[in-house]
Structure formats: C-alpha cells, structure tokens
C-alpha cells in the first residue's frame, strides 16, 4: 500500500472512529475500533488494501486462516502504526 492511499484510510478510519465516539459515547482506542470494523465489515480488508471482489481476502473479505504470511504481517504493522 503506498504512503498516500494509507494514509488516506488512516485519515478515513480516523475521521469514522471520532464520528463514532460523538455518537455512541464509546471509550475504546483507535486500534480497538478499527479491528472492530475489520471484524464487522465484510469488505474491510478489501476496501484497505485495495483488493478485488474476491481476490487475495476471498469473497468475504475477512483475513482467512490460509491468507499468505505476507498480508497477515501487513496487518499487524498496520494496526502498529496506528497505535
């Protein structure tokens, strides 16, 4: 993912989860809502990589348990940075 389009989905991500907090008042982190997104949405993985309609995420689009290595690491250093 290059710099622009991540941090593009990070200022998207960022600017949902505050929308969030005003509404519903929640107390949780930034990284607890955006794995929360990823665990509800879908289409997460392929909306934040990029991917197509049943590409590397599968038709789901959830990270599945034969997902390469590669793309698991991708995922946990992007929850890193946006701890």
Do not use: H
């Not at 590669?70 to 250093?77: I, L, R, S």
């Amino acid at each position: 993912m290059n710099t622009i389009v991540k941090e593009n989905k990070k200022e998207v991500l960022a600017a949902n989860y505050k929308a969030a907090k005003e509404i519903y008042g929640t107390d949780e982190s930034f990284k607890e809502y955006v794995t929360g997104s990823a665990d509800s949405d879908p289409n997460f993985f392929r909306w934040l990589f990029d991917c197509p309609e049943g590409g590397e995420y599968g038709n789901r689009g959830k990270l599945s348990e034969d997902v390469y290595e590669a793309q698991n690491d991708a995922w946990n250093d992007y929850l890193d940075e946006i701890s």
